[in-house]
């Protein structure tokens, strides 16, 4: 059965930062693209990052390039997304999601097979 769980949400001040980890289980992990997606309250879900299943390719939403950092460690079977400079419009519900070897863009797209519970980002003013 595979499972991914969420973890490091929180409250922040605006411009502060946090890091959000993923644990994989249940799945050969290094055959895995992972991305990143959140929604927040009334809007629709929404890619923010992706990294490739060796992690030498990643892919941002362009709201969040250049504060965030999505990395992974295939030892560990976890990816990790560092968050700076965090904005009010950054509060929502952070996800993240598997999808077996595919293209960076197409896991943007659509999503993975498989997601997580989420974990709650609150930036506060």
């Known amino acids: 059965q595979v499972q991914l769980v969420e973890s490091g949400g929180g409250l922040v001040q605006a411009g502060g930062s946090l890091r959000l980890s993923c644990a994989a289980s249940?799945?050969?992990?290094?055959?895995?693209?992972m991305a990143w997606f959140r929604r927040g309250a009334g809007k629709e879900r929404e890619f923010v990052a992706a990294?490739?299943?060796?992690?030498?390719?990643?892919h941002y939403a362009d709201f969040v390039r250049g504060r965030f950092t999505i990395s992974r460690d295939n030892a560990k079977s976890t990816i990790d997304l560092q968050m700076n400079s965090l904005k009010p419009e950054d509060t929502a519900v952070y996800y993240c999601?598997?999808?077996?070897?595919?293209?960076?863009?197409?896991?943007?797209?659509?999503?993975?097979?498989?997601w997580g519970q989420g974990t709650h980002v609150t930036v506060s003013i």
């Open positions: 999601s598997a999808e077996v070897t595919t293209t960076l863009f197409t896991i943007a797209a659509k999503g993975g097979d498989y």
């Open positions: 249940g799945l050969t992990f290094r055959n895995y693209a």
């Open positions: 990294i490739s299943s060796r992690g030498d390719v990643t």
